[in-house]
């Protein structure tokens, strides 16, 4: 069954997942603008593109599947490998304030050493504790196998007690 969206509807999505969606493409490109901007693109998308979308019950793995992909073409193009070489050069110029989602959050130390793991942790991490999905919907989001997702989940948290020694984090402890 082919979804059609109008615009209330989507203004009622835009409320419900933005903020979500935004932390996300954040913990992938690491710049606030870039993430709000690929969120924007995620729902203009959805808005114009509605007959790819079937109205399964996956709405929220359909977008968060788009935010990923987004995300990734992102790190991929030409603009992210300017910004990085600008911030290089003049280092000066990458003095934002820092992410308010992430200032939001119980424990911003935690958010900062999140991203500092490598990508197959990190989006692990940020699906299963952030996101709240379970280990069943981010194998079938990254398209890799129950088991895999539960490695990458375990060492992930490895690699953060590690960069954490002396913090006490809620969630690693209760795990």
Do not use: C
Not at 15 to 43: G, M, S
Not at 109 to 131: C, H, M, S, T
């Amino acid at each position: 069954m082919v979804v059609l969206f109008n615009i209330n509807d989507l203004k009622e999505l835009m409320l419900h997942y933005t903020e979500p969606l935004i932390r996300l493409a954040y913990y992938y490109v690491k710049d606030l603008q870039a993430a709000e901007d690929i969120v924007q693109e995620v729902f203009i998308k959805l808005y114009h593109n509605e007959n790819d979308y079937e109205e399964r019950g996956e709405l929220k793995a359909f977008l968060t599947t788009m935010t990923v992909n987004k995300s990734k073409d992102y790190l991929k193009s030409w603009t992210y490998k300017k910004v990085q070489l600008q911030n290089k050069i003049f280092p000066s110029a990458n003095t934002r304030n820092k992410d308010e989602l992430v200032k939001k959050d119980e424990q911003a130390i935690i958010g900062e050493a999140i991203l500092e793991l490598p990508l197959k942790q990190r989006e692990v991490l940020i699906y299963f504790y952030f996101n709240e999905m379970t280990i069943a919907e981010v194998s079938y989001i990254l398209s890799v196998p129950e088991g895999t997702v539960k490695t990458r989940l375990r060492r992930s948290k490895d690699l953060l007690r590690g960069k954490l020694k002396g913090i006490e984090w809620e969630v690693l402890l209760n795990e």
